[in-house]
């Protein structure tokens, strides 16, 4: 298949639901680590706070961008799935115009 995807389209379906529900389950529990983080907020002072900050912003770049990443994993997929259908679909649709018109 064009852009190096080989798969039956059920394999495609289920690839894009794995991929859908781990960036569900990571998307879960790092909310649940950034909530339980936040709560040590008031436990710094000083240039610990100051680091302690950063990383929360760090953390919560990092958190966007893997959930971009496997959002845009699950699409390709998606739209690979599409595609092979399409394409065995199309495949069908000419055998089928040459058995009829050869009859």
Same mark, same amino acid.
């Given at each position: ?16 639901? #794995? ?6 389950? =990571?998307?879960?529990? $790092?909310?649940?680590?950034?909530? &339980?983080?936040? +709560?040590? %907020? ?22 966007? #961008? ?6 845009? =994993?699950?699409?390709? $997929?998606?739209?690979?799935?599409? &595609?092979?259908? +399409?394409? %065995? ?15």
């Amino acid at each position: 298949m064009a852009g190096g995807y080989e798969g039956t389209v059920q394999q495609f379906t289920d690839a894009h639901q #794995k991929v859908v529900g781990v960036k569900e389950q =990571i998307e879960g529990d $790092l909310k649940s680590l950034y909530g &339980q983080l936040t +709560e040590l %907020e008031s436990a710094w002072r000083g240039m610990a706070k100051t680091a302690f900050d950063q990383l929360m912003v760090r953390f919560a770049d990092d958190e966007k #961008k893997l959930n971009q990443a496997l959002q845009g =994993i699950a699409e390709q $997929l998606q739209a690979a799935g599409s &595609q092979y259908n +399409e394409s %065995e679909q199309s495949q069908q649709d000419a055998f089928s115009n040459i058995t009829n018109t050869l009859g």
